[in-house]
């Protein structure tokens, strides 16, 4: 009635079968307009249909363009993964060529107590983070200084009772194993919240080389060490220096620098 009396009325939706109700429209995307049709003499339903033809050829060609940020975000992590992929099977070949079964036995019973640790200093806070969209600095922080002071806590732990561990699966390495690849623990606790936020802002190219990076480097001192008779402590020295080398990466990519606690 406003408009037969000639106010002119601009809606703004997303509905399609809403927008079919109007005399003209126009659709926009990023701030510019991208099409314009008049409903003529038509009928409300074909001008709906000519609204739904637009809109659907529109999602299409962003869903199928190169630079559409969902494929570059697919084609980066699949890429990533690959890669990471291949460094870890040829790194292990030549590994296993010159290391004893034994060294893997050890690493792998140290495994299943970090993986362990690993879950509860993360507990889900993270994913939570990356879920929300209102948070703040502080929560932040607070997932931050959690995370952190959970990792020195559950590593503090395994410290002092790595002598029992190995007295329990009567191999002494073990204990001296599990001090030094406590440390994992500690460093990934402290890059955990850079790890949230660049995945948060979806930086995933940054990530992707950070992982890749890390692992490469990682494999090359660790072959490095294995050529040089450092035997089990080239395993040891792996796993550390991937946690060093990625954690350093993300707090200089990232630079969050965590508030008070509460």
């Not at 889900?124 to 959690?146: C, P, R």
Request: net charge positive; hydrophobic share 50%.
């Amino acid at each position: 009635e406003l408009n037969q009396q000639g106010t002119s009325i601009i809606l703004v939706t997303h509905d399609n079968m809403i927008a079919s109700y109007a005399k003209k429209f126009l659709y926009l995307r990023d701030g510019q307009i991208i099409n314009r049709i008049d409903c003529q003499n038509g009928s409300q339903v074909d001008f709906f249909n000519e609204i739904v033809k637009i809109t659907t050829q529109d999602s299409l060609l962003k869903l199928f363009n190169p630079q559409n940020n969902l494929k570059k975000s697919l084609l980066i992590v699949g890429s990533e993964k690959m890669l990471i992929t291949l460094i870890q099977f040829f790194g292990n070949v030549v590994l296993a060529r010159l290391l004893c079964p034994e060294d893997y036995g050890i690493i792998a019973m140290v495994a299943i107590f970090i993986a362990i640790s690993s879950l509860f200093i993360e507990s889900g806070f993270g994913g939570s983070l990356i879920f929300y969209k209102d948070v703040g600095e502080k929560d932040f922080s607070t997932v931050f200084w959690f995370n952190f002071l959970m990792g020195i806590g559950i590593y503090l732990l395994l410290f002092a009772t790595s002598g029992i561990i190995a007295d329990f699966y009567h191999v002494q390495k073990l204990s001296m194993v599990i001090k030094v690849i406590g440390l994992v623990l500690v460093f990934n606790s402290f890059g955990l919240i850079q790890y949230t936020i660049l995945y948060k802002q979806l930086k995933f190219k940054v990530l992707a080389v950070t992982s890749v990076t890390s692992t490469f480097l990682a494999f090359l001192v660790s072959i490095g060490l294995g050529l040089c008779g450092f035997g089990l402590w080239a395993l040891v020295a792996n796993q550390v220096l991937y946690s060093v080398i990625q954690t350093t990466t993300l707090c200089i990519r990232n630079r969050f620098v965590p508030k008070s606690f509460i």
